[in-house]
């Protein structure tokens, strides 16, 4: 580790950390990324550090002197009640110990079902899954911290997202591309007719740079942008396949009863079973918070998709 810690230290090296550093690059700014392994895809001048983030010794020391920290972690979906307040306790001890700004990265589990309502930052947190209840506490945690004036807190929301590096872990990203680009079937998790609302990672990692830098962001949460045109799963895999060159987008949705079977076998799909919720009716998160008060918009769902698609081209 190197002795002089940069202005900003990302806890977390997956997509959305690496679209943090991107964010911060475009700034002409650097970063020190943190991880279990101290290897990531990084450029040669990009610090990684090996460590667990559990640990507030090990936190605070490697985020003394920077100015923002981001909290980017997220565990597999099976070890979050027993990992993820450990490793956001650990972010939170070190942007503390430094007096710096904690950025947090959240989803949008805490509010529970739509409702057939957008959903807003100010929406109350209702949910009924483990996962949402969890992610909300977490959040009322870091809220109260900065209320308390231990550490000054600005969250950022997503909902489901795509684009380079989302990997499995997206309904737009392994089950969907590659297919479109081979002209196979592709395969989508829930109702593929509902509207839903995709966040595009890069827009993720813009949000969160801002987060870092804007006066007025800390003490509230903003939900990262998302193109307001939102569109069903279905519409965006017949994008996707058009872009690819394809005559017409080909899927298959995976229906909840094969979820659960798949699901007593692997961990990761029986942990998405409680979540299918989000597929089950129109599900849209509002982002004109942020673009009204902050300037920041998301890019044209078709052109995140176009890019999404190139990246994978390239891989």
């Not at 640990?55 to 003394?64: E, G």
Request: charged content about 20%.
């Amino acid at each position: 580790m190197s002795t002089k810690t940069p202005r900003h230290v990302i806890f977390g090296t997956g997509a959305i950390g690496l679209a943090v550093l991107d964010a911060l690059r475009r700034r002409g700014q650097t970063a020190r990324l943190v991880n279990r392994s101290g290897r990531a895809c990084v450029p040669d001048d990009v610090e990684v550090v090996a460590g667990d983030a559990r640990d507030p010794a090990f936190t605070a020391a490697v985020a003394r002197g920077a100015e923002v920290v981001y909290q980017a972690l997220n565990p597999p979906y099976a070890e979050w009640t027993a990992q993820f307040p450990r490793l956001q306790a650990g972010v939170l001890a070190a942007a503390e110990a430094a007096g710096a700004r904690l950025v947090s990265m959240e989803n949008v589990y805490m509010y529970g079902r739509p409702a057939g309502r957008p959903l807003t930052e100010d929406r109350a947190y209702d949910a009924h899954t483990t996962k949402g209840r969890l992610r909300g506490a977490m959040a009322l945690e870091l809220l109260a911290a900065h209320d308390a004036g231990r550490v000054e807190v600005a969250i950022g929301r997503a909902s489901d997202y795509f684009g380079p590096h989302g990997g499995a872990e997206s309904n737009l990203g392994d089950r969907l591309l590659p297919a479109a680009l081979a002209g196979r079937t592709a395969t989508v998790l829930g109702d593929p007719d509902q509207p839903h609302t995709y966040t595009y990672i890069p827009d993720i990692g813009e949000g969160l740079a801002v987060l870092g830098e804007h006066p007025d962001a800390p003490g509230q949460v903003w939900h990262l942008p998302n193109d307001p045109d939102t569109r069903t799963t279905r519409q965006l895999v017949d994008v996707a396949f058009r872009q690819a060159g394809q005559p017409r987008g080909r899927f298959r949705a995976m229906p909840p009863l094969l979820l659960r079977a798949l699901g007593l076998i692997n961990p990761t799909m029986r942990e998405l079973v409680e979540m299918q919720y989000q597929f089950a009716e129109p599900f849209i998160v509002d982002s004109s918070k942020i673009a009204n008060k902050l300037g920041v918009e998301a890019t044209p769902l078709e052109q995140a998709l176009a890019d999404t698609l190139q990246s994978y081209r390239d891989d």
